[in-house]
């Protein structure tokens, strides 16, 4: 008999067990499932602090931030650039300067600096450090320069090489050169993707530096008395 209540006792004990053991596994089954759900819905957005092209995205969704961006390049380019030079001033709508706006690289880009600085805190609290990803913008720049030449004359800033001419008596001369002035590329390229990096303003202004010929009137005056001699031999 007692052989007997020994043995319930000990099943009642396996069962028990058992059930503390399934129940334990459950709630663990059930954590994991649950902080992998919250991590899907928190990492697939931007965290708090974090700013693409100047417009806050924290917390955003990916296809809500390129939304957001698209709709902001799309207010931003309403407005032409004002471009300033040597006191001269145009408006030119950005279309026509060869510039576009490469939304999905920069979100890629936004989306690996996030995933640097990651986790659950910066997701769901409020941050005061900013992660600030500018636009990234492309430029064609041949497209650029031609339009700026149409818009500013460039081409008559452009050096003067010297050359050789016959003057009324038939003498052979050599022109004058000229020093010119060009546009600084770098200079343009760098306050294009500061403006349009961040869509903050639509003023830039074109600094020009100096341009020297690729033929002076020394070069040519040297090799003047022989071209005199192969033209009287002809």
């Known amino acids: ?137 492309s430029i064609d720049q041949d497209i650029l320069v031609n339009k700026l030449n149409e818009e500013f004359s460039l081409s008559s800033l452009k050096a003067v090489n010297a050359w050789y001419k016959f003057d009324n008596y038939g003498k052979l001369q050599v022109t004058d050169s000229k020093d010119g002035l060009v546009i600084d590329k770098e200079s343009l390229i760098k306050s294009l993707n500061s403006a349009l990096g961040n869509l903050a303003g639509h003023t830039i202004t074109i600094s020009l530096t100096a341009s020297k010929p690729t033929l002076t009137k020394e070069n040519l005056e040297m090799q003047k008395a022989t071209i005199v001699e192969a033209l009287k031999h002809k």
Do not use: C, W
């Not at 954590?31 to 924290?58: C, N, P, W």
């Open 1 to 137: 008999m007692k052989e007997t209540k020994a043995h319930n006792t000990n099943k009642s004990l396996s069962v028990r067990f058992i059930d503390i053991a399934v129940l334990i596994t459950f709630i663990a089954i059930t954590v994991l499932i649950f902080t992998f759900l919250i991590k899907i819905f928190v990492y697939s957005r931007f965290i708090a602090g974090t700013e693409i092209g100047g417009i806050d995205v924290s917390r955003k969704t990916i296809s809500e931030a390129e939304s957001l961006l698209e709709t902001a390049i799309t207010n931003y380019s309403k407005t032409p650039l004002v471009i300033k030079m040597d006191g001269t001033t145009k408006e030119i709508p950005i279309k026509d300067l060869g510039i576009t706006f490469s939304t999905a690289n920069t979100i890629q880009k936004a989306k690996i600096l996030n995933e640097k600085h990651a986790n659950i805190l910066k997701y769901i609290t409020s941050s005061k450090e900013k992660l600030e990803t500018p636009l990234i913008i």
